[in-house]
């Protein structure tokens, strides 16, 4: 199969290195200084596992200069990127193409599939702490590099998945093929939520979570009150989801800064609305009490911390 995998981030980066690795047929889309950097001395990968290494047979362009016919789309571009991605994706899409986004926020199936009616949309998201250290430069800082992918409940099962599964699988990311893929991923998005807003509410890094402490009390706290918005939305928790949260939680290296706060600290734009103030709106919606969540957020919105820039939620950097 073809694949494309749209944006060269932590996600885009790590999945595109090691289909190559893995060797499978892999576009990579990517901009910038990170494109130009990536097509002049390839992908180069900083990891826990392998330590350093680079991807240097790699088709890398940007979204103007593609030219292909992919069977797979592997959406890996950050929540706010994602419309302008959309008419890129239907661009190049034909009705047996299987577009998966990998985003680490909920209901990007749900977007992709109401502005794209040419391809077959699946879910998923990912599990692995990866960034752009600096131009051309992947750093993984997990011990595993893990997706879940599935069809959504209304929709037909798609026997390519299994497929698209054993590429993975053979590359070295370790797939799983959810039954229930609106419940697993909106699970993940809860945890990634918690943790985010947990590290950059106490400005800590993920060891400090993972040890007892108050980091940690404050994330299992988060975590059950998102429980109650769980079962406001119809995806009520298992009776093992704070074991699952702890689970998730110990993968990360523990030197790990979550992506939300090294966006916010270098001043860039983050994902704070869509994993954070999205959460507080659905509760608000459906009239679900979260004060802990309440109060990590009012602190971050209070003039001091100085986070939110006017009504766009565009990011300056924590004084």
């Not at 990998?102 to 990007?108: D, F, P």
């Not at 698209?164 to 945890?191: C, H, M, P, V």
């Not at 860039?268 to 609305?273: I, N, Q, R």
């Not at 103030?277 to 209070?302: D, Q, R």
């Amino acid at each position: 199969m073809n694949y494309v995998v749209i944006g060269a981030g932590g996600v885009g980066g790590s999945v595109s290195a090691q289909l190559i690795e893995g060797k499978k047929n892999v576009s990579l889309i990517a901009r910038g200084k990170h494109l130009r950097e990536i097509q002049l001395n390839g992908l180069q990968m900083e990891t826990d596992r392998r330590g350093k290494y680079g991807i240097y047979s790699i088709e890398v362009s940007d979204m103007e200069n593609y030219s292909g016919n992919p069977d797979v789309i592997f959406v890996c571009v950050k929540g706010y990127s994602l419309e302008e991605a959309i008419p890129f994706i239907s661009s190049i899409s034909s009705p047996g193409t299987v577009v998966i986004p990998l985003l680490s926020i909920y209901g990007t199936g749900d977007i992709i599939r109401g502005n794209i009616s040419t391809a077959k949309v699946c879910d998923g998201y990912p599990q692995l702490s990866a960034y752009i250290r600096k131009p051309g430069t992947i750093c993984i800082k997990s011990s595993i590099l893990r997706v879940t992918l599935g069809m959504d409940h209304r929709e037909n099962n798609l026997s390519s998945l299994s497929a698209i599964a054993a590429d993975l699988n053979e590359s070295g990311i370790e797939t799983i093929i959810s039954e229930d893929i609106r419940k697993d991923s909106l699970w993940n998005y809860f945890y990634n939520s918690a943790l985010s807003l947990c590290c950059l509410y106490y400005r800590v890094r993920v060891g400090n979570v993972q040890r007892p402490s108050e980091y940690r009390e404050m994330f299992i706290a988060l975590t059950k009150e998102t429980t109650l918005l769980g079962d406001a939305l119809g995806f009520p928790a298992g009776p093992d989801f704070i074991e699952n949260g702890l689970a998730f939680l110990n993968i990360l290296n523990p030197d790990t800064i979550t992506q939300l706060q090294r966006d916010i600290n270098n001043g860039k734009t983050s994902e704070l609305d869509n994993l954070i103030f999205a959460i507080i709106n659905m509760a608000s919606e459906k009239g679900v009490s979260m004060p802990k969540f309440s109060k990590c957020v009012n602190k971050l919105t209070s003039p001091k911390m100085r986070i939110l820039k006017e009504k766009d939620m565009m990011m300056k950097k924590i004084s």
